[in-house]
């Protein structure tokens, strides 16, 4: 017997799902980083859809196994969905991702990667780089005391997505979420 869906049952996992924070940043929840991307209705019940914020992001297994067991836990079925293109950017993440992101300590990503909205014909895809991505243009400014006078130390962070910075004024280490 197949599973009976409404729009209720897609709200009802949207509302399941808007807790569900990263396993490696616990204070952002995966809709507001962006990786959350879409829950739909289809013929055999709901469809989630996640995107990694890179492809070689080792967080994506949990982050999926999180999704079944919040739905599960609900009492609804669904299948999720690991979606590559279009390739998740740092645009995607909401205004108070980045500021929850500056609160827990890691510097939000300070450029963008917006262009003009482009009409996409059903299955294609693009894919654009941000410009000087490997170097901001821009001193990052420091999460814990606000300051400019901020150092590179390694391009990669605690995790590949983000940069190794010290703070030259209060010397504390911080990362910074590279814009993609």
């Not at 869906?5 to 507001?32: G, K, M, N």
């Not at 293109?85 to 980045?98: E, G, I, Q």
Request: charged share 20%; with cysteine; hydrophobic share 40%.
């Amino acid at each position: 017997m197949q599973p009976v869906t409404s729009d209720d049952d897609v709200q009802a996992a949207w509302a399941v799902l808007e807790s569900l924070t990263d396993p490696e940043i616990p204070v952002v929840s995966l809709r507001e980083l962006g990786i959350l991307r879409e829950v739909r209705r289809v013929s055999d019940g709901l469809e989630v859809v996640i995107t990694p914020t890179y492809s070689g992001c080792p967080a994506m297994g949990q982050i999926e196994d999180d999704v079944r067991a919040a739905l599960q836990d609900a009492n609804l079925q669904a299948k999720v969905f690991t979606q590559l293109a279009p390739a998740w950017t740092t645009d995607w993440m909401t205004d108070s991702a980045r500021e929850k992101l500056r609160a827990y300590g890691i510097a939000p990503p300070m450029e963008s990667c917006a262009t003009p909205a482009l009409a996409l014909d059903a299955g294609e895809s693009l894919l654009r780089f941000v410009r000087h991505a490997a170097a901001p243009s821009v001193a990052v400014p420091c999460p814990h005391c606000g300051s400019h006078d901020t150092l590179e130390s390694s391009h990669f962070g605690s995790t590949a997505c983000k940069a190794l910075y010290k703070c030259q004024s209060c010397q504390e280490p911080f990362d910074y979420f590279k814009p993609y």
